[in-house]
């Protein structure tokens, strides 16, 4: 399903599905979702970037506890036509703290409306909710 749509639009729905931190497009120009995106696309206009023929890899944190712990991150493959967008795939990675791949998720044939919410994004790589077996009611009876 494809459906492109301008910057605004596809930015706003990404925002709106929780993809709000800051963002690389094409291993640069750091900075929000749309920031980021508007940046590189100047960079582009301006000629000091070439534009992709297929596809702008956009890459960023989901779940960032600091350096000590496991992370989160995504890599989303956009299309760009003429001004406007659409998410072809997203890649949702979990590291631990050394960057050693601990899961790895792929979805493809998305699109900007079909895409899950990052929260939603983080849990096909996240481990189980971890139970811890509560010690039952020790009941002692007296005769």
Same mark, same amino acid.
């Given at each position: 399903?494809?459906?492109?749509? +301008?910057?605004?639009? $596809?930015?706003?729905?990404?925002?709106?599905?929780?993809?709000? !931190?800051?963002?690389?497009?094409?291993?640069?120009?750091? =900075?929000?979702?749309?920031?980021? &995106?508007?940046?590189?696309?100047?960079? %582009? #206009?301006? =000629?000091?970037? +070439?534009?992709?023929?297929?596809? &702008?890899?956009?890459? !960023?944190?989901?779940?960032?506890?600091?350096?000590? #712990?496991? @992370?989160?991150? %995504?890599?989303?493959?956009?299309?760009?036509?003429?001004?406007? $967008? +659409?998410?072809?795939? &997203?890649?949702?990675?979990?590291?631990?703290?050394?960057?050693?791949?601990?899961?790895? @998720?792929?979805?493809?044939?998305? @699109?900007?409306?079909?895409?899950?919410?990052?929260?939603?994004?983080?849990?096909?790589? @996240?481990?189980?909710?971890?139970?811890?077996?509560?010690? =039952?009611?020790?009941?002692? $009876?007296?005769?």
């Amino acid at each position: 399903m494809e459906t492109l749509t +301008d910057l605004n639009t $596809f930015t706003k729905i990404l925002t709106d599905k929780g993809y709000d !931190g800051y963002f690389l497009t094409q291993s640069g120009y750091p =900075g929000k979702l749309k920031e980021s &995106i508007g940046r590189y696309m100047e960079a %582009c #206009r301006k =000629g000091t970037e +070439d534009l992709p023929q297929d596809e &702008i890899a956009i890459t !960023g944190y989901l779940k960032w506890e600091g350096s000590d #712990r496991p @992370s989160v991150e %995504c890599t989303m493959w956009v299309k760009h036509e003429k001004g406007t $967008f +659409d998410l072809q795939k &997203i890649e949702v990675t979990k590291n631990d703290r050394y960057g050693q791949l601990l899961k790895h @998720s792929k979805l493809t044939g998305l @699109s900007v409306a079909t895409v899950p919410k990052a929260n939603m994004a983080i849990a096909m790589v @996240s481990d189980g909710i971890k139970q811890r077996a509560m010690p =039952g009611n020790k009941r002692h $009876f007296k005769l």
